[in-house]
């Protein structure tokens, strides 16, 4: 056998040995499982994976941040561990259309600036899902990022880091028509934070033990239903936007020296519906505002 046909041989075996591949009925995407005991870092897996394949990663701690550069569906078998570098963000997604589902991400690096997060968004119509962020500076971040599903994460941030140096539970930032569903936060400088960012659907998720419940500036026509914002400083400042519809939240038990249950500042054509808004220092704060319709609140 000559030295060429040995380094072929060597390859293929290496190339089994990192992520044993099953494709069905001669399909070109494959199932590939990634076990912790293999040697090989998840990146270089994530590398060699061809676009549109699925990996199903099992259970267990894989450590450093990880990017994905072309479409792929990354499922966590029994909850396995992404422990980032401590800096940078522990997943980057770049490419469009991939999934993250049933993860635990933790450790991402501590630099405001460089919006290090536990999952950073670049790219759009992408799935994150069931996932569970801790230990984190940033816990979802979307950046010009659009048409995203974020669905039943729960984020925990660093409850030992002052709250001014903490990011936010789900920051978004430039980006369109991105739906925010089911998801739990707290330990986080805000829950969300929403700027310039038209036409996102938020629903059903729980915000508690935060400075602003939502902060949210200039963005429009975005809808917030059956929410909850609770025991933070402030529930919701909503600032210089129009066309939002509030309906079916709950903002309670906000109770921060000069809080409120929701501020609103230049706003108009808003639809606040049916929102319970009990047990604030303050229920309604209204500033620079017009043309806004409220009907049917509990405000006690």
């Not at 293999?38 to 676009?51: F, M, S």
């Amino acid at each position: 056998m000559t030295l060429r046909h040995t380094f072929v041989l060597v390859l293929i075996i290496l190339a089994a040995w990192i992520a044993p591949a099953v494709c069905e009925g001669g399909a070109a995407a494959c199932s590939i499982i990634v076990d912790e005991g293999k040697a090989v870092p998840l990146q270089a897996v994530l590398d060699r994976a061809a676009t549109g394949d699925t990996l199903i990663v099992r259970e267990g701690v894989y450590e450093g941040n990880i990017v994905l550069r072309k479409r792929l569906v990354v499922i966590g078998e029994n909850a396995p561990v992404l422990r980032g570098e401590g800096k940078g963000s522990v997943i980057t997604i770049e490419a469009d259309s991939c999934v993250v589902h049933g993860f635990v991400v933790e450790h991402s690096g501590s630099m405001l600036v460089n919006e290090d997060a536990g999952i950073l968004v670049k790219s759009s119509h992408n799935r994150i899902e069931q996932n569970s962020l801790r230990d984190v500076l940033f816990g979802i971040y979307l950046l010009h990022a659009h048409y995203n599903t974020v669905l039943d994460n729960t984020i925990v941030g660093r409850k030992e880091v002052e709250v001014g140096q903490r990011g936010t539970g789900i920051h978004v930032w430039n980006s369109l028509f991105n739906r925010f569903i089911g998801n739990v936060i707290t330990d986080t400088r805000d829950g969300f934070y929403i700027q310039n960012a038209n036409h996102s659907w938020i629903e059903r998720n729980n915000v508690f033990g935060v400075r602003y419940g939502l902060h949210y500036m200039y963005a429009d026509s975005n809808v917030f239903l059956l929410n909850t914002f609770q025991d933070n400083v402030a529930g919701a400042a909503v600032m210089y936007s129009r066309g939002i519809v509030v309906k079916h939240n709950v903002f309670s038990h906000n109770r921060g020296i000069s809080s409120f249950g929701i501020l609103f500042q230049d706003c108009h054509g808003l639809v606040v519906d049916s929102n319970v808004i009990t047990a604030n220092v303050v229920g309604l704060f209204f500033e620079a505002s017009t043309n806004n319709l409220f009907r049917r609140n509990i405000i006690a």
